[in-house]
């Protein structure tokens, strides 16, 4: 375990048991998101060439511009 998690627990472990409780649902939750997508891009490597490679011909044809992050 890194030092930082044991930070993390060691204050957790402070906090009431519905708190405690509640934050372990987040982490769990968002673990097993986590392996979904890796799962997802696992399963679809040729889907995700594919696109990458239309992302590729639309930027050398001038079809595409830069992103602007103040106008997303």
């Known amino acids: 375990m890194t030092t930082m998690l044991e930070k993390a627990l060691a204050r957790a472990s402070k ?21 979904r997508w890796q799962k997802a891009f696992a399963d679809s ?3 995700l060439a594919a696109l990458a ?9 001038g079809k595409t511009q830069p992103l602007d992050a103040d106008d997303v």
């Open 45 to 47: 490597p040729d889907q």
């Open 15 to 35: 906090l009431p048991d519905d708190e405690q409780d509640t934050l372990a649902a987040i982490l769990l939750d968002e673990m097993a998101s986590e392996a």
């Open 53 to 61: 490679g239309e992302a590729l011909e639309e930027f050398r044809a």
